[in-house]
């Protein structure tokens, strides 16, 4: 087995967990690859043996990797899958905090890892990406989101206006602060603290949620993944500020931006288990009385 390995620093309190780890790699014989500038950090926190190779971005992420390890959080994976692309490497996101959408295999769960992984007993969960075309190819190669594009204001002063197609057809002029379009995916995350609606993963929709809107009626909207969605924005600047997951450009407000649902997809390693909806429910506390 040869796995790759992305991560960020992270708390002290995980350094036992995370040589446990390294030390299950060893003693299953997994080749192992890692992320240039991690590998400092590692080397100062345990007792790193072999490594067989490094990797910097996607055009030197080594062949036939079965899967990549993520080591940090949710924000970890979204760095992560800008090295695999296309590629579809399964991730394996191991969680070095709090529980995550997507990190979450957890510090008690990294004893049966390995042994999972080399005995295939695991599940692969499937997650649709967006895609960003402009005129000037914003964001080249990396032009791909996971959780979702938000198009802001670059100043703090004025809103902005957004108008909004839906293959052509329009469908609203938001001026807001911004908007978010996200995957189901990000539904759960900058989505849902605006208000938006929260989306079951594999339902093939994408969630359309304005970033405090002047009017008050208006609200998030979803749409089928099979359309394009192109918006178009003006304010008193020329400017504004387009992202995708944690990556952001400043683009001139004569560019048009078109969305569309990535022709790849993110792959998440899930063990024995665990499913979306198990972990909803632990991370927004559902069911727990929280009177006690």
Same mark, same amino acid.
């Given at each position: 087995?040869?796995?790759?390995?992305?991560?960020?620093?992270?708390?002290?309190?995980?350094?036992?967990?995370?040589?446990?780890?390294?030390?299950?790699?060893?003693?299953?014989?997994?080749?192992?690859?890692?992320?240039?500038?991690?590998?400092?950090?590692?080397?100062?926190?345990?007792?790193?043996?072999?490594?067989?190779?490094?990797?910097?971005?996607?055009?030197?992420?080594?062949? %036939?990797?079965?899967? @990549?390890? +993520?080591?940090?959080? #949710? !924000?970890? *994976?979204?760095?992560?899958? /800008?090295?695999?692309?296309?590629?579809?490497?399964?991730?394996?996101?191991?969680?070095?905090?709090?529980?995550?959408?997507?990190?979450?295999?957890?510090?008690?769960?990294?004893?049966?890892?390995?042994?999972?992984?080399?005995?295939?007993?695991?599940?692969?969960?499937?997650?649709?990406?967006?895609?960003?075309?402009?005129?000037?190819?914003?964001?080249?190669?990396?032009?791909?989101?996971?959780?979702?594009?938000?198009?802001?204001?670059?100043?703090?002063?004025?809103?902005?206006?957004?108008?909004?197609?839906? %293959?052509?057809?329009? @469908?609203? +002029?938001?001026?807001? #602060? !911004?908007? *978010?379009?996200?995957?189901? /995916?990000?539904?759960?995350?900058?989505?849902?603290?605006?208000?938006?609606?929260?989306?079951?993963?594999?339902?093939?929709?994408?969630?359309?949620?304005?970033?405090?809107?002047?009017?008050?009626?208006?609200?998030?909207?979803?749409?089928?993944?099979?359309?394009?969605?192109?918006?178009?924005?003006?304010?008193?600047?020329?400017?504004?500020?387009?992202?995708?997951?944690?990556?952001?450009?400043?683009?001139?407000?004569?560019?048009?931006?078109?969305?569309?649902?990535?022709?790849?997809?993110?792959?998440?390693?899930?063990?024995?288990?665990?499913?979306?909806?198990?972990?909803?429910?632990?991370?927004?506390?559902?069911?727990?009385?929280?009177?006690?």
């Amino acid at each position: 087995m040869r796995i790759a390995i992305f991560g960020r620093s992270f708390d002290e309190s995980f350094q036992p967990s995370l040589q446990n780890l390294f030390d299950s790699l060893y003693e299953h014989k997994v080749e192992i690859f890692v992320y240039q500038p991690f590998y400092p950090f590692l080397k100062d926190n345990i007792d790193l043996g072999h490594i067989d190779g490094f990797y910097r971005n996607y055009s030197d992420f080594p062949e %036939d990797i079965d899967f @990549l390890f +993520s080591l940090g959080g #949710d !924000g970890t *994976i979204l760095g992560a899958i /800008t090295h695999i692309r296309d590629r579809e490497t399964p991730i394996v996101g191991i969680n070095t905090g709090r529980l995550g959408f997507l990190a979450n295999i957890n510090r008690q769960q990294l004893p049966e890892l390995i042994p999972a992984l080399v005995q295939n007993n695991y599940s692969i969960d499937s997650r649709a990406m967006l895609e960003l075309s402009t005129e000037k190819g914003r964001f080249g190669k990396n032009n791909i989101a996971l959780n979702e594009l938000t198009v802001h204001k670059k100043d703090s002063a004025s809103m902005i206006t957004v108008h909004t197609y839906a %293959d052509n057809e329009y @469908l609203n +002029s938001y001026w807001a #602060d !911004g908007l *978010i379009v996200s995957t189901p /995916t990000g539904s759960t995350a900058y989505s849902l603290s605006c208000g938006g609606p929260i989306i079951s993963p594999h339902s093939k929709n994408i969630g359309i949620t304005p970033i405090a809107p002047h009017n008050l009626n208006v609200r998030p909207f979803v749409v089928n993944d099979n359309i394009e969605i192109r918006l178009e924005v003006e304010g008193r600047g020329d400017e504004f500020l387009v992202s995708l997951d944690s990556r952001s450009e400043t683009i001139s407000s004569k560019e048009h931006l078109r969305i569309r649902k990535s022709k790849f997809e993110t792959k998440l390693v899930e063990l024995e288990g665990q499913n979306f909806y198990r972990t909803l429910r632990s991370k927004l506390l559902w069911g727990k009385d929280k009177r006690n």
